[in-house]
C-alpha cells in the first residue's frame, strides 16, 4: 500500500511529482512533492533533487530556487549535485519563465556526459521559436 508518510512513500512521491511535472499535472506534482517535503530532511533522500525539479516545471519557482539553493549550501563539493542537478532545476525554472535563452545558457555549462539531452532539446527548440540563430 502507498503511503508517503515511510521513507519509502516519500520516495514514491518523488518519482511521481516528477513524471506528473513533465506530464503536465502541476496540481498533483505539487501535491506529491508537498507530501515527499513532508518526511524528508533536505538533501538527506537520492530523490531530494527530484522534488525541486518538479516544482520548478509545475510552476512553483519560489519554492524550486529555495530547495536549489539549500542543495547548493549542504552539497558544494558534490559534482553531480552542482555540474547537473543545479543547472538542470535552474534552467527548468528558466523555461518556466519562459526565459528559453537562459536556460539553453544553464544546460550548455552542463559536461556532456550529464547533459539531460531531452530537456536540452527542448530549451533549444523553445529558444529558437523567438532567436532563429540558436536553432543551429
Request: aromatic share 8%.
Amino acid at each position: 500500500m502507498f503511503r508517503p508518510e515511510t521513507s519509502g512513500g516519500c520516495e514514491n512521491c518523488a518519482g511521481l511529482d516528477l513524471m506528473e511535472a513533465h506530464f503536465g499535472d502541476t496540481q498533483q506534482a505539487r501535491a506529491d512533492a508537498d507530501a515527499a517535503l513532508r518526511v524528508v530532511v533536505v538533501g538527506s533522500n537520492p530523490q531530494f533533487p527530484w522534488v525541486a525539479m518538479a516544482l520548478a516545471l509545475s510552476g512553483d519557482v519560489k519554492r524550486a530556487e529555495k530547495l536549489a539553493t539549500e542543495l547548493d549550501k549542504r552539497f558544494p563539493l558534490n559534482t553531480v549535485v552542482q555540474h547537473y542537478w543545479l543547472p538542470t532545476i535552474r534552467a527548468a525554472v528558466a523555461l518556466t519563465r519562459k526565459d528559453a535563452k537562459k536556460a539553453v545558457e544553464l544546460l550548455s555549462a552542463i559536461t556532456p556526459v550529464l547533459q539531460p539531452r531531452s530537456f536540452r532539446k527542448l530549451s533549444i527548440i523553445l529558444a529558437s521559436w523567438r532567436n532563429p540563430w540558436l536553432a543551429r
